[in-house]
Nanobody, 111 residues
Framework: QVQLVESGGGLVQPGGSLRLSCAAS????????MAWYRQAPGKQRELVAV???????HYADSVRGRFSISKGNPKNTVYLQMNNLKPEDTAVYYC?????WGQGTQVTVSS
């Protein structure tokens, strides 16, 4: 069983920044990619960014150039740096790896 715990969400004004963190524990297999998803009210959950064990990263078109995914030290942590946030980025953000989900962290972008 893998536990994924997110942190770092909150309320921020448009144009602001936040950094989300996800720490994996338990039977974590560090060769699995780690990803961030988000789900806004009334919408389907969507992939935001993913990073492979080799460090390759991929982004949704809507966040490319504003968000950056990276791995921490130890390697069972992943971060999502979110810059130039927009109201449409408001959602619950979830960490995902190897079939396991975190509990989510709320990000609200509003003036």
């Amino acid at each position: 069983q893998v536990q994924l715990v997110e942190s770092g969400g909150g309320l921020v004004q448009p144009g602001g920044s936040l950094r989300l963190s996800c720490a994996a524990s338990g039977s974590f297999f560090n060769r699995n990619p780690m990803a961030w998803y988000r789900q806004a009210p009334g919408k389907q959950r969507e992939l935001v960014a993913v990073i492979t064990s080799g460090g390759n990263s991929h982004y949704a078109d809507s966040v490319r150039g504003r968000f950056s995914i990276s791995k921490g030290n130890p390697k069972n942590t992943v971060y999502l740096q979110m810059n130039n946030l927009k109201p449409e980025d408001t959602a619950v953000y979830y960490c995902y790896s190897g079939g396991d989900w975190g509990q989510g962290t709320q990000v609200t972008v509003s003036s």
